[in-house]
């Protein structure tokens, strides 16, 4: 088999403290960050989830568990990239990637380039964003947090693994 897609979910609460909101590996100012161990980035952890799930390795939290110290408030975009160092170390390649987030706000469309720029510089493969809404259903639509769900192709680059 060359080709394996993999699937990834987050979804984080909205912090109580001034946290600020990293999203796809930006900074939202105006808006409240999200709780998590790390930085709470669901766009990232999503990805990283799809990564690893294509690749066999896991999920996001047997890579860079919360028990781990050195992921407290860690930046999202490390764990990125040592993700796509496990998939070459696992012998496959990021083809794409395709990240929907689910919230009312922050209205992704404004920045939507900008970070689907940093999203595929990161991991070295064109990656999509796209946000939708709940119509007021569910958590997402309370505005109490937000979701992220993603997609990935990658490719076995060494036959032997």
Do not use: Y
């Amino acid at each position: 088999m060359t080709h394996r897609t993999g699937l990834g979910f987050d979804a984080h609460r909205f912090a109580v403290d001034n946290r600020p909101l990293k999203l796809a590996l930006l900074t939202w100012p105006g808006h409240n960050g999200l709780e998590g161990h790390s930085d709470g980035d669901v766009v990232a952890h999503a990805l990283v989830d799809a990564m690893a799930t294509a690749a066999g390795l896991g999920d996001i939290g047997e890579l860079f568990g919360q028990n781990e110290p050195r992921h407290r408030n860690a930046d999202s975009l490390l764990f990125l990239q040592q993700t796509v160092t496990r998939l070459s170390e696992a012998g496959f390649a990021l083809v794409n990637a395709a990240v929907q987030l689910i919230g009312n706000s922050p209205v992704v469309a404004p920045r939507r380039i900008e970070a689907q720029l940093a999203l595929s510089q990161a991991v070295g493969a064109p990656v999509s964003l796209a946000a939708t809404t709940t119509d007021a259903m569910g958590f997402t639509g309370r505005g109490e947090g937000l979701a992220a769900l993603a997609t990935c192709l990658v490719t076995r680059i060494n036959q032997d693994q």
